[in-house]
């Protein structure tokens, strides 16, 4: 099982899963048809499905041109609001495309229908991949649009968090640095987040993907996951784990990155009004 990560959009991820014995191949969120039959055509492997986590433009908009374009596709989701869908899938249930086994796990909170896909190849060597869309991130978790704390710390805890550590994390978007900047106010004394921080920050400098984490590793720096942990809680003021994850969210959602220091020469042609004619309504 081989995985391509593809980076579309500002920051999105789309993947190709490509079983590597009969050269078949599962997209996972095709957001960009035009990008994703370049590397179908350049891998030289034939789409037979798409997995959709959720219905955001983002994520699915792509659906119905390739069902148009590639005909007998595949499109599994558990939202009627995906397009093109043919096949509705529910929690636990197992799908197999060669030898690649897939779960689909339900985690509504970011959208009332996500679904996560767990992947694996049975006795393959290799770490099964979890393919999380915007519920779990490098760093962080999604936002509530659609459901409640309750919801995602169950995801989070229960659904994803039961799987083997040694699960590699290929999530939906590029949120890395940001994650981390918030992971690190959240625990100012961690060394692990600021040592991955370090890095994920390096990784942007370098235009290359933080995808994937391990499951392992998420428990280390992720603060959504760690909302047991006493430096957490003390950010939070909370102790419920629900309640820490709610305030933690909330905080999230109001953390704004440091803006940058303005020009010092800039500062001075606004003083001496050097912008004035550009700035003047017509």
């Given at each position: 099982?081989?995985?391509?990560?593809?980076?579309?959009?500002?920051?999105?991820?789309?993947?190709?899963?490509?079983?590597?014995s009969?050269?078949?191949?599962?997209?996972?969120?095709?957001?960009?048809?035009?990008?994703?039959?370049?590397?179908?055509?350049?891998?030289?492997v034939?789409?037979?499905?798409?997995?959709?986590?959720?219905?955001?433009?983002?994520?699915?908009?792509?659906?119905?041109?390739?069902?148009?374009?590639?005909?007998?596709?595949?499109?599994?989701?558990?939202?009627?609001?995906?397009?093109?869908?043919?096949?509705?899938?529910?929690?636990?249930?197992?799908?197999?495309?060669?030898?690649?086994?897939?779960?689909?796990?339900?985690?509504?909170?970011?959208?009332?229908?996500?679904?996560?896909?767990?992947?694996?190849?049975?006795?393959?060597?290799?770490?099964?991949?979890?393919?999380?869309?915007?519920?779990?991130?490098?760093?962080?978790?999604?936002?509530?649009?659609?459901?409640?704390?309750?919801?995602?710390?169950?995801?989070?805890?229960?659904?994803?968090?039961?799987?083997?550590?040694?699960?590699?994390?290929?999530?939906?978007?590029?949120?890395?640095?940001?994650?981390l900047?918030?992971?690190?106010?959240?625990?100012?004394?961690?060394?692990?987040?600021k040592?991955?921080?370090?890095?994920a920050?390096?990784?942007?400098?370098?235009?290359?993907?933080?995808?994937?984490?391990?499951?392992?590793?998420?428990?280390?720096?992720?603060?959504?996951?760690?909302?047991?942990?006493?430096?957490v809680?003390k950010?939070?003021?909370?102790?419920?784990?629900v309640?820490?994850?709610?305030?933690?969210?909330?905080?999230?959602?109001?953390?704004?990155?440091?803006?940058?220091?303005?020009?010092?020469?800039?500062?001075?042609?606004?003083?001496w009004?050097?912008?004035?004619?550009?700035?003047?309504?017509?």
């Open positions: 099982m081989k995985v391509k990560v593809i980076s579309v959009l500002e920051d999105n991820y789309m993947y190709l899963v490509i079983e590597e009969t050269r078949d191949a599962i997209a996972v969120d095709a957001a960009v048809p035009k990008r994703l039959l370049e590397i179908i055509r350049k891998e030289e034939v789409l037979r499905a798409i997995l959709t986590t959720h219905h955001h433009w983002d994520h699915a908009r792509g659906n119905e041109e390739l069902a148009r374009l590639c005909p007998g596709l595949r499109v599994y989701g558990a939202d009627e609001r995906i397009g093109a869908l043919t096949h509705k899938v529910t929690h636990e249930q197992e799908l197999t495309f060669g030898a690649i086994r897939v779960r689909c796990l339900f985690t509504p909170c970011h959208t009332s229908g996500h679904m996560c896909y767990f992947m694996w190849e049975d006795g393959s060597p290799d770490a099964p991949a979890l393919f999380s869309g915007d519920t779990l991130f490098v760093g962080g978790c999604g936002k509530f649009f659609e459901g409640t704390a309750e919801q995602m710390y169950t995801n989070l805890t229960q659904t994803l968090g039961a799987l083997p550590k040694e699960t590699k994390v290929f999530c939906g978007h590029e949120y890395t640095v940001r994650n900047k918030f992971a690190l106010k959240v625990e100012p004394e961690n060394e692990i987040v040592k991955k921080l370090a890095w920050k390096q990784r942007d400098d370098e235009d290359l993907p933080t995808v994937p984490s391990t499951l392992q590793e998420e428990f280390l720096y992720n603060p959504f996951l760690r909302v047991t942990e006493e430096a809680q950010f939070t003021g909370k102790t419920d784990p309640e820490v994850l709610r305030t933690l969210r909330t905080e999230k959602d109001n953390f704004k990155k440091p803006k940058e220091q303005p020009n010092p020469q800039a500062m001075l042609a606004f003083d009004g050097l912008f004035s004619p550009f700035l003047e309504k017509k």
